[in-house]
């Protein structure tokens, strides 16, 4: 397994929450490292866009429909409209080299943990994108979404369905993915052809049909400041 972190430089939530996960991984015997991925930070929000000739997609305030996509866009509350971007923008990055070396890859947020070794071989799966985190916490409906899961013996399965048809719905966040080079690949062709959305909004079952969960939690989340609501 490759693993990488999104980790903000210099940030001391950040780093800590890395220094946190790790020690987790350890503690469950993971056998593989988790490598520190550079996340774009809000200054360089503008130079990425342009690097990657992309424009950001989703609405600030309110609801939008998205005629191209069929789906309603519902604002995510934030104080940091750049912070959302790249956080967008680090995942995205990481899709990117997910295709590039077209091997599948984990893909974790600073704030994630893991509670029980990741047992769980991709190359198996008939999805293309994995969740592997409780959802308790950290997503709509996350009570509902969990035992959604739990009534379901297979030990991978789609992803819950609890929004309304219109509505983008995924994974429980995305602190914690698995996802193969086909799955990049389709993201990235998502946002090249909707425009750059947040991560957990365009990683949607209605967009990527081939997305589903594990049926045990591998990781959760910690407490830790959130880096891009405040």
């Known amino acids: 397994m490759i693993a990488y972190s999104i980790v903000i430089k210099d940030n001391e939530t950040s780093e800590t929450g890395f ?4 020690e987790s991984s350890k503690k469950v015997s993971n056998d593989f490292e988790i490598e ?7 200054p360089d929000v503008k130079e990425v866009l342009q690097a990657h000739k992309l424009q950001w997609n989703y609405p600030w305030e309110g609801t939008v429909t998205d005629f191209s996509s069929g789906l309603t866009k519902r604002a995510y509350q934030t104080r ?6 790249a956080c967008a923008l680090s995942h995205y990055r990481l899709w990117n080299l997910c295709a590039n070396t077209n091997k599948s890859i984990l893909i974790l947020e600073h704030d994630a943990v893991f509670t029980t070794k990741l047992d769980f071989n991709m190359n198996d799966s008939k ?15 996350s009570r509902d979404y ?3 899961i739990l009534n379901d013996d297979n030990k991978e399965q789609s992803v819950p369905r609890l929004a309304p048809a219109n509505v983008p719905q995924g994974l429980a966040g995305n602190s914690a993915y698995i996802i193969k ?20 909004a365009i990683m949607c079952y209605q967009l990527v049909p ?11 989340i ?8 405040q």
């Open 127 to 141: 999805f293309n994108i994995l969740g592997i985190n409780n959802p308790i916490g950290c997503t709509f409906k």
């Open 19 to 22: 220094n946190n996960l790790v």
């Open 146 to 148: 969990y035992q959604t």
């Open 36 to 42: 520190k991925f550079k996340a774009v930070t809000p």
């Open 181 to 200: 080079p086909a799955g990049a690949n389709k993201l990235i062709s998502l946002v090249k052809e909707f425009g750059l959305w947040p991560n957990d």
């Open 80 to 85: 940091s409209p750049k912070a959302r971007v």
């Open 222 to 229: 910690q407490t830790l400041k959130s880096t891009t609501t």
């Open 210 to 220: 081939k997305l589903g969960v594990t049926r045990k939690f591998y990781t959760g």
